[in-house]
Each structure stands twice: as structure tokens, then as C-alpha cells.
């Protein structure tokens, strides 16, 4: 079984010079935990997830080091969210990102995830995005398999 037989095709993308309030807003409304990041030839230059927009909020090293965790004003912090909003995509984003080929074993595939913690990982060819695949992509395919019996053959 292959990555291309059961990665969703249709698949939301940003490009990089995006605000991130546009970004936050199709997360906040859609319940996306990141997306991938296309140039505008389709290639994948990058991923923004959620943790890349909230880690923008938090106090920095430097900070904690001169203040102390006990200095840290996270109310403050919080307030910092509309300029965190205003940065674009490319700057928050992750570039160079991990990514699979739709000719890839799943269960090979599936191991990449596990590796990395990823819940979903893009699909490219030739740095192409071609698709998503996520762990219950991943497990629908087997369980289905395995229902109709398809592993037996």
C-alpha cells in the first residue's frame, strides 16, 4: 500500500508573504494545527503550525536569563499577540520541512510521522505538494484493508 493511494489530495495551503492573521484565522475556524507553505510554483518551501504562532509569545531565553521566570509579565506577553498577527508566514514558518513521496510504503511513511511526532505530513514529487497524509489516513487504510481483505491477497 502507498502514500498516494490514501493521502488527501485536496489540501489548504498559505504562500510565505501571508499575513499570519490570515493564517490564524483559517486555524481558529477551521481547526487546522498547521499548514503547508507553497511558492507559486507549488512548491513546498515550508510548514506554519500553530506552536510556530504561539511560540512568539512566550517570554525569550534571553529574557528568562536577565529577569528570571518570576520577572516575566505574561499578561504582557499575551497583549504581544497583534504583533505576532501582523509578521508574515516566511517568518514564522518551518522551512525545509519533512515530507514524504506518494510511492513511499505507508507503514514507512508512518514511521517518519512517529519519528518525528507529526500528526501529518505533506506529500511532494520532485518538492512538488502533491497531498497530505495523516495518521488516520494512515490507520483508515489498514483497518480497511484489513476488513475486506484486501492484506491477504
Do not use: W
Not at 45 to 60: C, K, Q, Y
Not at 87 to 106: A, F, G, K, N, W
Amino acid at each position: 500500500m502507498k502514500v498516494g493511494d490514501v493521502m488527501s489530495r485536496e489540501v489548504r495551503t498559505v504562500q510565505p508573504g501571508q499575513r499570519i492573521l490570515e493564517v490564524a484565522s483559517l486555524m481558529c475556524l477551521y481547526r487546522y494545527h498547521g499548514l503547508p507553505v507553497v511558492d507559486d510554483a507549488g512548491q513546498l518551501v515550508g510548514v506554519v503550525a500553530e506552536r510556530d504562532v504561539l511560540h512568539s509569545l512566550f517570554p525569550t531565553i534571553d529574557s528568562l536569563v536577565a529577569e528570571g521566570m518570576h520577572g516575566v509579565d505574561l499578561d504582557r506577553q499575551l497583549k504581544t499577540y497583534n504583533e505576532v498577527l501582523e509578521r508574515s508566514v516566511e517568518e514564522l514558518m518551518t522551512h525545509s520541512p519533512i515530507s514524504v513521496d506518494p510511492q513511499m510504503h505507508l507503514l514507512r511513511a508512518a514511521t517518519v510521522m512517529v519519528r518525528h511526532n507529526f500528526r501529518r505530513i505533506p506529500v511532494t514529487e520532485s518538492g512538488r505538494l502533491v497531498g497530505m497524509l495523516s495518521l488516520g489516513d494512515v490507520h483508515k487504510a489498514i483497518f480497511h484493508a484489513n476488513l475486506t481483505g484486501a492484506l491477504t491477497r
